[in-house]
């Protein structure tokens, strides 16, 4: 029987790689990953998880089910043109080339070229490559660049927003103006491991304290964004799902 985490006292599984899930049950979340996830995830998507789970900084990985999830999202808005904030070893990139057409297109975001290049090996093997733009470099310049020529606007399909949190709301006032109407806009970590509804005293890492304020701003200005449709997931760490309608 499936049992909740203070009931059986571990605690320490969300901690792991992988086990990225607001579930209060440990159990029903292994139940998903081993029954619906692992037996279908490609293996390229596999091999990319082992070598990434090996990477000190895995925590920041997308978990298994979210990338089905994405994937399955992807394939069924028919998404072509698509854009990436916040790439880190690749996961959800992966999820993202093999589920648009062969023509479809990824701009991939980053600061961080060395750990992109950790997973690009097993994106090249998959025979997906092609589909990405990788740029090095912090997002907001460069979309404030692509906002300057009027081809850009309402040209992308699919935009997944997953990087500084502290800037998704200055993130959102440009991709607004990039999604096509009836596009979609998905932001990451909107649950931020739960703290949104921690009492202000509760021990929290300094790093989930730090950026708590900044999802809590972010979630009641999507709430209140008459220009957006939203429906958020709790997927993973929390996905807001955000479908442009004006
Ligand atoms: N989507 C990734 C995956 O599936 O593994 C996880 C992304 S990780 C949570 C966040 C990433 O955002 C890091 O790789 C970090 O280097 C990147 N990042 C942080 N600040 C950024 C910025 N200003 N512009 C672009 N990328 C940034
Ligand atoms: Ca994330």
């Avoid at 692509?146 to 959102?172: C, P, R, T, W």
Wanted: net charge negative; hydrophobic share 40%; glycine share 6%.
């Amino acid at each position: 029987m499936a049992t909740t985490n203070t009931e059986n006292g571990d605690q320490g599984r969300h901690q792991e790689v992988g086990h990225k899930s607001l579930l209060q049950s440990d159990a029903l979340y292994q139940y998903i990953l081993e029954t619906s996830v692992y037996p279908r995830e490609p293996e390229c998507m596999k091999e990319l998880r082992d070598i990434t789970a090996k990477h000190p900084w895995n925590i920041m990985t997308t978990s298994a089910d979210e990338g089905q999830f994405l994937n399955m999202l992807l394939k069924l808005i028919n998404a072509k043109n698509t854009m990436e904030i916040g790439v880190y070893t690749g996961y959800s990139l992966l999820a993202t080339a093999l589920a648009i057409p062969d023509d479809g297109k990824i701009l991939a975001m980053d600061i961080n070229r060395e750990n992109y290049e950790l997973g690009l090996p097993v994106i090249q093997k998959a025979g997906v490559a092609h589909k990405i733009d990788f740029r090095e470099g912090p997002a907001l310049p460069l979309l404030d660049q692509m906002l300057q020529d009027e081809k850009n606007h309402g040209s992308f399909d699919f935009i997944f927003v997953d990087a500084d949190k502290d800037n998704y709301l200055n993130y959102h006032k440009r991709l607004l103006d990039l999604v096509k109407v009836g596009g979609l806009i998905g932001y990451d970590n909107t649950l931020w491991n739960g703290s949104v509804v921690a009492p202000p005293d509760a021990p929290l890492r300094k790093y989930v304290r730090y950026y708590r304020d900044f999802v809590l701003e972010l979630n009641k200005a999507l709430a209140a964004d008459p220009r957006i449709e939203i429906c958020q997931l709790p997927v993973g760490d929390g996905i807001t799902l955000c479908r442009r309608v004006k």
